[in-house]
T-cell receptor, first 115, second 112 residues
Framework: GAVVSQHPSWVICKSGTSVKIECRSL??????MFWYRQFPKQSLMLMAT?????????EQGVEKDKFLINHASLTLSTLTVTSAHPEDSSFYIC???????????FGDGTRLSIL | RKEVEQDPGPFNVPEGATVAFNCTYS??????FFWYRQDCRKEPKLLMS???SGNEDGRFTAQLNRASQYISLLIRDSKLSDSATYLC?????????????FGKGTKLSVIP
């Protein structure tokens, strides 16, 4: 149980393109979803926390207008990287939990490469 | 000081060896603690939670010392499949939910 699916797993696109990444909880309702980013040889860094039906809470230094997060249902959250540039190339991972004190279950991650 | 600091590694050990990883955390408000493993280009996967009383899961033993804000992981009888990066993770409440803070990880290579 507690499966989180993330799509796509790999994206390569041109600079200036907007990219949408989906995160779905397949067998449970996720009231809270988290978006992380990991650069090579670095730790996972939390970008934002989103609760279903509410605006996401962004970590310091993460531009909310650039990284648009939507959590419209209990099983789906999306992250849109708007006007992506090469410095946005990274490994993006989502996680989902059934409640604020419940464990987080991670998606497979999305490797984003901007040319 | 970083919130979660780990041995930089890498650790290269022969099969069957015992290896220990250390981790310190800076935020005394941290409430729960975990070890995750992350394979190359994959998402992190929960290995085990860490409790003050210490806990064991097969070949893996985790310890927590809240007073010194120190966490450890011991792997006995290392297998080739144990090769991965081990992430020390602490959990604290913030922004209306529990948030995980990850260490940079320690890379383990088990050699035949």
């Amino acid at each position: 149980g507690a499966v989180v699916s993330q799509h796509p797993s790999w994206v390569i696109c041109k600079s200036g393109t907007s990219v949408k990444i989906e995160c779905r909880s397949l067998d449970f309702q996720a009231t809270t979803m988290f978006w992380y980013r990991q650069f090579p040889k670095q730790s996972l860094m939390l970008m934002a926390t989103s609760n279903e039906g509410s605006k996401a809470t962004y970590e310091q230094g993460v531009e909310k207008d650039k990284f648009l997060i939507n959590h419209a249902s209990l099983t789906l959250s999306t992250l849109t990287v708007t006007s992506a540039h090469p410095e946005d190339s990274s490994f993006y991972i989502c996680s989902a939990s059934q409640g604020s004190s419940q464990p987080q279950h991670f998606g497979d991650g999305t490797r984003l490469s901007i040319l | 000081r970083k919130e979660v600091e780990q041995d930089p590694g890498p650790f290269n050990v022969p099969e069957g060896a015992t290896v220990a990883f250390n981790c310190t955390y800076s935020n005394s408000a941290s409430q729960s603690f975990f070890w995750y493993r992350q394979d190359c280009r994959k998402e992190p996967k929960l290995l085990m939670s860490v409790y003050s009383s210490g806990n064991e899961d097969g070949r893996f033993t985790a310890q927590l010392n809240r007073a010194s804000q120190y966490i450890s992981l011991l792997i006995r009888d290392s297998k080739l499949s144990d090769s991965a990066t081990y992430l020390c993770v602490v959990n604290k409440y913030g922004a209306g939910s529990y948030q995980l803070t990850f260490g940079k990880g320690t890379k383990l290579s088990v050699i035949p």
